[in-house]
């Protein structure tokens, strides 16, 4: 496996690349043939269904399952005495505790105990007979209450890392992250004026429509297969191994279409349950989680409470940044501070910076991923607070950005980044300063909001494999789920190398025995490294078809140009033979044409993204009417523009249904109030404009195309884009999201000196 990072020479002109075919998949998945994880069925195959804790934090005294496996239908059940002490290694502990519960529940919803029956009413049936003996302990929901002096304490055993000095006693401060640069003091001191204030965010939901769902069959030989949506299969192989103790080879994983993940299924939840019923029942078993479940027993995004501090001269210099940032991580340790801390002043070159960001547990789901992890809240609290400096100093909020804007050749404190390449954040804020939307007029309660953002983006590892047919086509097999439009991007580079078109290639996600590992879709990754690894093997096979040529032709290969899909002798001594014609004779000059391409991919460059909302705001009830949107984004290389723009668009709804509407709530008890879309209000199309895009292409110089990732960095701006108009509609400002209509017009009645 080789690491990826030199400068690349990056292609100037395409054939294919920026084109827009149809999607691959497309047919399947309109006329109903895709099929999704609960859409797999296996003789014999029985249902599995979670028992889960009505209590946000409680002691297991004791599970009795003695009624329940004497039910009608009821072939396994599983407790935590079913799987080994979890392992000593990074993640596994906690990934094993969160699975199942073994000493104690520390969230509403979380797995006590599962059961496998005939039928799913058997399975729902027999659980209700499950006698748990609980005893109820004090919860604590909120960062204040998790930071409280004598808050109870999610882990009895927690210490927290990275403090000064060695930790007297456990906390729910699970890690300490500390960043500095520069001198923060004498950065205040140069300011001609300092603004500070505290932000918060609720816990949101990544919004997939697909819930989670697996199907294992465990065989008698002790191997598994697992049929799972999810964001990475390699992932679900490692992790499920690992919380069973097996050996990661007995596991095969084959991946399902995925309806959604947004970085929500990039763990596990039913697969190690699944499997070990199967084992039990010597049956295959399909788990299927409701609604209801998703919502309170899968990882969310984190809840925040943020104060960020800046420092600036009269005309605009940024001179000093300071944020302190706690975030959720749920009932076990994350590294969402860490993120965050990454990214709150990542768009700007100050100076002088200070941050401190806290991972906090806290009685909920354990949070995961959502589109570019942690940085939003973040962007949340700069954004704003960066609109309010505008306003002070008497300066275009656009302007204020291009003054202070990273480019190339500036530093970036995140181990993801470090020194910025090629970069295009100055060029998409001048292409919202330039569009003709930045100069529509305004009316009576409306207004204008600008927010920029920033997400590091990943690449990690990945692998391809390519395959010729006799009759000149290609099988793309990747080991990436295809969660934005990947198996297309995945055609149109094998196209440009290979040189036919995208038509005649056949994008396929392999299983985790059909093709090298690769880890999960997520970061904005899939394009830039699994695409690399697929330009290897087409460039290998490109070597090979030379070859072949060589062989038909009776000549030497450095006589041979490979031109539009023909080999093509130098001197012009023979006529050009196509891919087709060569592959009709493969049986001839050598065999089966194939090649693979697998890399520790670096270089990813990150993704940048300026958004300008137009809104209206109902002085009499609070409600915003989402007038114009407007999103530039860095794409680097737009592979196939329709899903970059999709990707643009789709961050863009998903921020502000953040936004605006969306929130977890839970009562005092703990337990969430409203587990269903009809109660967590996500955005619909009747909500939206339509979300106007300008794909601003700066090309990565690490990738031989230019690829940047733009699936995550789409999410940030629209927290603070909104907020910014709202201020700038009805002149107040909201540090606080969702925004809804009930906290819009309660500021408007304090701004007024009225109670509403």
């Not at 697909?210 to 191997?223: F, K, L, N």
């Not at 990882?299 to 005309?315: A, D, M, S």
């Amino acid at each position: 496996m080789s690491v990826v990072a030199e400068e690349i020479p990056v292609k100037q002109s395409y054939k294919y690349v920026g084109t827009r075919p149809v999607r691959h998949d497309g047919l399947e998945k309109v006329n109903g043939k895709a099929r999704f994880a609960a859409d797999m069925t296996k003789p014999r195959m029985i249902h599995g269904h979670v028992l889960r804790s009505p209590f946000a934090h409680a002691k297991i005294l004791s599970i009795d399952t003695s009624k329940a496996e004497s039910m009608p239908g009821v072939k396994a059940i599983v407790t935590e005495s079913d799987f080994p002490l979890p392992e000593k290694k990074e993640g596994f502990p906690h990934r094993s505790k969160n699975l199942i519960a073994r000493d104690k529940v520390r969230y509403e919803g979380q797995a006590v105990a599962a059961i496998a029956a005939t039928t799913l009413r058997q399975a729902k049936k027999a659980a209700a007979e499950i006698i748990v003996e609980y005893e109820e302990l004090p919860h604590v929901i909120t960062i204040d209450e998790a930071m409280a002096e004598d808050a109870s304490l999610v882990h009895e055993d927690l210490l927290t890392e990275g403090l000064d000095s060695e930790p007297s006693k456990p906390s729910n401060i699970a890690k300490r992250n500390f960043f500095e640069q520069g001198d923060i003091e004498a950065g205040f001191a140069q300011a001609d004026h300092v603004f500070e204030h505290e932000f918060n965010t609720k816990v949101v939901h990544q919004g997939y429509i697909e819930p989670h769902a697996c199907v294992a069959d465990t065989s008698r030989d002790g191997r598994a297969e697992i049929w799972c949506s999810s964001q990475g299969h390699f992932m679900v192989r490692s992790a499920t191994a690992g919380v069973l103790g097996w050996e990661t080879s007995k596991i095969k994983v084959i991946p399902a279409e995925i309806g959604g993940g947004f970085g929500g299924k990039t763990t596990i939840y039913l697969e190690p349950l699944a499997v070990k019923l199967s084992q039990k029942a010597d049956r295959p078993v399909k788990m299927v989680m409701t609604r209801d479940e998703v919502f309170r027993a899968t990882g969310p995004t984190p809840g925040t409470k943020i104060h960020v501090k800046i420092g600036v001269k009269n005309n605009g210099e940024i001179t000093a940044g300071k944020a302190w940032l706690a975030y959720e991580s749920g009932a076990f340790p994350g590294p969402w501070g860490q993120l965050g801390k990454w990214c709150v002043f990542a768009c700007y070159n100050i100076p002088n910076i200070q941050i401190e960001a806290l991972e906090v547990v806290v009685n909920k789901p354990v949070n995961i991923a959502y589109r570019a992890p942690s940085a939003p809240m973040a962007a949340f609290a700069t954004e704003t607070l960066l609109d309010e400096v505008a306003q002070k100093i008497k300066m275009d909020p656009i302007e204020l950005r291009l003054l202070n804007a990273v480019e190339e050749g500036d530093y970036n404190h995140s181990e993801m980044v470090g020194t910025f390449q090629r970069i295009g954040l100055k060029e998409t804020l001048e292409a919202i300063r330039n569009h003709p939307n930045y100069k529509i007029p305004l009316g009576p309660n409306q207004g204008r909001g600008i927010a920029t953002g920033f997400w590091f983006n990943i690449a990690e590892s990945s692998s391809a494999t390519v395959n010729l047919t006799e009759d000149g086509k290609a099988v793309v097999i990747t080991g990436s789920p295809d969660i934005g439009g990947s198996r297309a991007s995945m055609a149109l580079m094998a196209a440009e190398e290979l040189g036919i078109d995208a038509k005649l290639i056949q994008p396929l996600v392999g299983d985790t025995e059909t093709v090298g590992f690769t880890d999960v879709t997520e970061g904005s990754r899939a394009t830039f490294a699994t695409g690399l690894a697929v330009v290897r093997a087409c460039q290998k096979l490109v070597v090979q078809l030379k070859e072949r040529a060589s062989i038909m032709w009776e000549c030497s290969v450095d006589d041979i140009d490979w031109v539009d899909g023909s080999a093509v002798h130098k001197e012009g001594k023979e006529p050009s033979l196509s891919l087709a014609e060569i592959t009709a004779k493969a049986k001839k000059t050598g065999g089966p044409l194939n090649a693979t391409g697998s890399l520790e991919a670096k270089g990813q460059g990150p993704g940048f993204s300026t958004q300008m909302c137009d809104l209206e705001v109902d002085p009499e009830t609070g409600r915003v009417t989402i007038l114009r949107y407007t999103t530039a984004q860095d794409a680097g290389t737009a592979i196939h523009p329709s899903y970059v723009e999709g990707q643009m668009q789709g961050g863009v709804v998903q921020g502000i249904g953040w936004a605006l509407n969306e929130e977890y709530i839970h009562n005092k008890k703990g337990t969430m109030v409203n587990s269903g879309f009809l109660d967590y209000r996500i955005p619909v199309a009747s909500d939206m404009p339509m979300i106007e895009t300008v794909i601003v292409e700066v090309p990565n110089p690490k990738h031989p195309y230019g690829v940047r990732g733009v699936g995550e960095v789409g999410i940030v701006p629209p927290l603070p884009a909104v907020a910014n108009a709202i201020h700038d509609a009805v002149g107040v400002r909201l540090r606080e999201a969702p925004m809804s209509p009930v906290r819009i017009l309660a500021a408007i009645n304090q701004k007024n000196g009225t109670t509403g």
